[in-house]
């Protein structure tokens, strides 16, 4: 079997590699014929020399003045600064691209049609919301648009192999159409496992749709693998291709994962669709991975929230109320506490995934307990976390002991030292690599979902996730957060000791990292 698989991946493995190695090529050339202006520009035309600089300064006032996001409103500022020849008309080319304005048109477009739909038909929560809570839930759904819900069970799925297998029983009884929404997406015993089961579904007249990101799957998969998808009568969108053009809109990635089946159970949380995931192999030890079943009225939401992005992709408007699974029958599950699915896009200034944590944060009384594969963070998530423990709240992060991007956990590290210093508890796990994306509080409220706790999940991506007030899965998911700890390290004050250049090199990446 190992070695079938090593001869498929052989034989797409060289044109994928020449596609995107031109690619990278085409980027590499944009970047040094830049440097060459930048170089010739300055030298040679003093006047224009000046006229750029004054563009940059007047960028980088705009940029004080702008409702921006705090963090990048910084960094860009500071690299205009320090390049002023030519820092402002850079940010002036990277955030003012068509293809952002596109999106962003279709986006609000498709909300307008969409928002009222999600209360089809009067289907939302209609008992009493503990008080303290009330805020949260007004905030999602008058700001964000996501209603809340009861008729609805939840299953906390503690790895990512009991994820798989809720997974495939659900698609199997699939009727009507079939929702994936992915990062990734990559072939292996999974997803062929998953395939087969959507390519027979197909066959037997069920809409099969598939969404992943370009960018997540870049490496991993062949050319053209939309049209093969297509070809077994799945239809698939690919987001935002991935162009050789210097532009920030290819950062805007879409890094939900979702699965809906027929609009009555959906999965959301860290897991993609990859064998890493269930640990059929291995890369950083044991995989640790974390979703949420969700079965009821609930669903509708993740339902159309992938019909929204399909739109996005595909560009096509479409009768989205045709998908409303109980115009027929009634949901006749009963209220397992409120569920509210919610989604998060980087083409607004709302940061809802941002808020939805904010708000867990500084209403907590008794805990706070947090997992998150990257802990890279703002100011006003560093506040929320150390007023809380020094209010008397047990605030625990637990993060990865081995790490899949050394950049990016040294980055993690560095902010050890300001959390355990205002009494922030954190942990590594070291039995592997824990990559699920987790809150729980005060055993009554949690989320679970595909947003890191970084800049780059609040910010630039779209994500989705699902917030639970007393639910049975809170309390699971606070005890699998204690059971990770029995497989972790804690870190302490002394742990955190370094030399100045380690120091420095910290401080360095921390003021970069809003462009991670």
Known sequence: MGTKNNRMRHSWFGPLFRKRLLIILMLLVQIAFL??????????????????????????????????????KFTWVFLILLFPLFGGLFYLFFTNQSSTRRIKRILKKTYAKTRGLFRLPENTYQGEVPSN?????????????????????TQYLPTGEDMFEHLIAELKKAEKYIFLEYFIIHQGKMWNTILDILEEKAKCGVDVRIIYDDFGCFWILPKNYCQT???????????????????????????????????????????????????????FGYWKDTAVKVTGDAAWSFALI?????????????????????????????????????ADSPMDLENVYEQVYLQIINNAKDYVYITTPYLIIDDNMVTALTLAAKSGVDVRILTPHIWDKRVVHFTTQSYYKTLLDEGVKIYEFTSGFVHAKTIV????????????????????????????????AVNQMRDDFLNMLRSSGEILPEDCACGRIKSFVQKVVRLFAPLM
Not at 324 to 339: K, L, R, S
């Open 35 to 72: 440097i060459f202006l930048t170089a010739f520009t300055s030298k040679y035309f003093i006047v224009l020399h000046w006229v750029f600089v004054a563009v940059s300064i007047y960028v980088a006032l705009c940029l004080v003045m702008q409702r921006f996001k705090g963090a990048y």
């Open 133 to 153: 809570f009330k805020p949260q839930i007004r905030y999602l759904e008058s700001y964000a648009g996501f209603p809340a819900f009861g008729r609805t069970k």
């Open 229 to 283: 998808l297509k070809n077994k009568g799945i239809s698939c969108a690919v987001f935002n291709p991935f162009k050789p053009l210097l532009t920030t809109s290819q950062n805007n990635r879409d890094h939900r994962k979702i699965a809906v089946i027929d609009g009555k159970t959906a999965f959301t949380g860290g897991n993609n669709l990859a064998d890493e995931y269930i640990n059929e192999i291995e890369k």
């Open 306 to 342: 992938f019909l929204q992005q399909w739109s996005v992709c595909t560009q096509q408007q479409e009768n989205y109320e045709a998908f409303y699974p109980w115009n027929e029958t009634a949901c006749d599950i009963a209220d397992d506490g409120i569920v509210v699915p919610f």
């Open 441 to 472: 509080s005060d055993d009554q409220v949690a989320v679970v979902g595909s947003a890191n706790l970084d800049y780059r999940s609040l910010y630039l991506q779209f994500e989705c996730g699902v917030l639970l007030l007393n639910s049975s």
